[in-house]
């Protein structure tokens, strides 16, 4: 089973309709016990980044998924990704989940409005198991302001959006995807059954 974290922060229903719809085994939840017990775990998230963790430590998560994020595959998908680096500073530095060393800062590209929303392509930086499958001409839907500044070790793909900007990470059994899965039809849908053929 895969739990799919409910801490109030927007677009789960998507993510389990998306799950649903594979056939694949996801229940939303906050219960620390079902997040332990499950075989993966999807960290969603549509929001700011101080509010998220604020959230995330009110429900009393947070340690639980730290734990629990490194002894199973474990995806941050949009914020969700965000709150997995070191810090975010999002209207006032953060701390975040620290799963990954980095911060998230807001993106700066020459000339282009922000936020970057709509289907920009993944370009492929190292091997990925959630990229297993798919090919060099992949698009993917995006909506976000701030982006992910990380160690290149750590990056699976990027995108190019006036600035490189990171799309896809990975270390350990810890996976960020700063886009959409669950909108980005087959090739989002491909990246998560990948993903539970991890379990």
Not at 31 to 60: C, H, Q, T
Not at 134 to 158: K, P, T
Request: hydrophobic residues 40%; proline residues 4%; charged residues 25%.
């Amino acid at each position: 089973m895969i739990a799919i974290v409910d801490y109030g922060a927007g677009n789960i229903f998507s993510v389990k309709n998306a799950c649903d719809y594979l056939g694949l085994s996801a229940e939303l939840t906050k219960n620390a016990e079902d997040i332990r017990n499950a075989d993966g775990i999807i960290l969603p998230g549509v929001g700011a980044f101080p509010w998220a963790m604020n959230k995330l430590s009110e429900s009393g998560l947070v340690e639980v998924i730290k734990e629990e994020a490194v002894k199973k595959p474990f995806l941050g998908i949009c914020l969700g990704m965000q709150l997995i680096f070191s810090k975010g500073y999002e209207f006032e530095e953060t701390e975040g989940l620290g799963l990954i060393d980095g911060e998230v800062r807001l993106m700066t590209p020459d000339d282009l409005s922000i936020p970057h929303i709509g289907w920009n392509k993944l370009e492929k930086n190292r091997d990925c198991p959630l990229l297993k499958g798919l090919g060099d001409d992949e698009y993917v839907y995006f909506v976000h302001s701030y982006s992910a500044r990380c160690a290149d070790e750590d990056v699976s793909a990027y995108c190019g959006y006036g600035e490189r900007v990171t799309a896809l990470v990975n270390r350990g059994t810890v996976y960020g995807a700063q886009f959409h899965p669950e909108k980005s039809g087959k090739t989002g849908l491909k990246i998560l059954s990948n993903f539970a053929d991890l379990m």
